[in-house]
């Protein structure tokens, strides 16, 4: 399926967003880097302006069908919030300004594409919460997952105590946010934290890719339109969500993409969509 969307002989263009984050476009994948391997990719200002700016470029570009988020360095995907970023004393409220003017991870909310994280070694923290985030999650054998917040005198800030339960359920999520227990890749995956594991770490971009290009050869608005349907599920009443799906279900039933899928499985053939 969707041999024209294979990588081969696709140059990868890379281009700095600031000094924290760049974006790489290869074929219909497009990645967003966090460059902070010396610091493992630890969040800082930057990082925080440059992800949304980012995920907001690719979903606006027509050639872009999936989106992957990645930390680069061998030590992991993101230790979290950098605390050596200087800041003077705040009081409660000006915090609560401070990070409502920002709020960057929701960003995600508003991608209409499907969005992967990429995640080796170390998840931390806000590192975490960016990858909960995410659609989907896949990691290395010997990633590291935790929301260790308590132990600073903290909560976590970006979501994870709201979409980690919905992810892996009430009773786990508490288990975690009250112990800041460190998961490896295994224990994470039985609980459903993440969905996919690498076959070894050195092979986790080449099978990101390798899967990022499988959902990118499937039909584009029926992909947005899973996506849409299936994060109404978590907003949405039981009545309302089944509305909203056979609403969808109803725009692409005639759709050229439908059309064009009926055609290449009488036909013998992969089907070539083109988003209409």
């Not at 990868?12 to 391997?37: C, K, P, Q």
């Not at 980690?164 to 786990?172: F, K, S």
Request: aromatic content about 4%; some cysteine.
């Amino acid at each position: 399926m969707g041999s024209h969307l294979a990588t081969a002989g696709v140059a990868l263009e890379r281009e700095a967003i600031n000094g924290s984050v760049s974006i790489e476009r290869e074929g219909a994948l497009g990645w967003v880097v966090l460059t902070r391997a010396a610091q493992i990719n630890a969040i800082n200002d930057e990082i925080r302006q440059g992800v949304p700016q980012a995920l907001r470029g690719f979903d606006a570009d027509p050639a872009i069908r999936v989106i992957a988020i990645r930390g680069e360095g061998a030590r992991g995907f993101c230790a979290g919030a950098d605390i050596k970023e200087a800041r003077g004393p705040e009081t409660a409220i000006e915090v609560r300004r401070r990070m409502e003017g920002v709020r960057w991870i929701e960003a995600i909310d508003t991608i209409q594409k499907p969005v992967i994280a990429a995640i080796h070694g170390y998840c931390l923290g806000g590192g975490l919460e960016l990858a909960l985030a995410c659609d989907i999650r896949f990691a290395t054998p010997d990633a590291v997952f935790s929301l260790p917040e308590t132990a600073l005198g903290l909560i976590p800030g970006g979501g994870g105590t709201q979409r980690l339960p919905r992810i892996v359920g009430p009773g786990r999520a508490m288990d975690l946010l009250l112990t800041g227990e460190r998961l490896d890749a295994a224990a994470a995956k039985g609980m459903g934290l993440i969905t996919r594991t690498a076959s070894v770490s050195e092979a986790l971009v080449d099978e990101v890719r390798a899967f990022a290009m499988r959902i990118a050869a499937r039909a584009p608005a029926a992909t947005l339109s899973a996506k849409r349907a299936a994060r109404g599920a978590f907003d949405l009443a039981l009545k309302q969500g089944l509305d909203l799906e056979l609403d969808l279900f109803a725009m692409l039933k005639p759709s050229d993409d439908a059309q064009e899928a009926a055609s290449a499985f009488r036909e013998k053939r992969a089907p070539n969509f083109t988003g209409h």
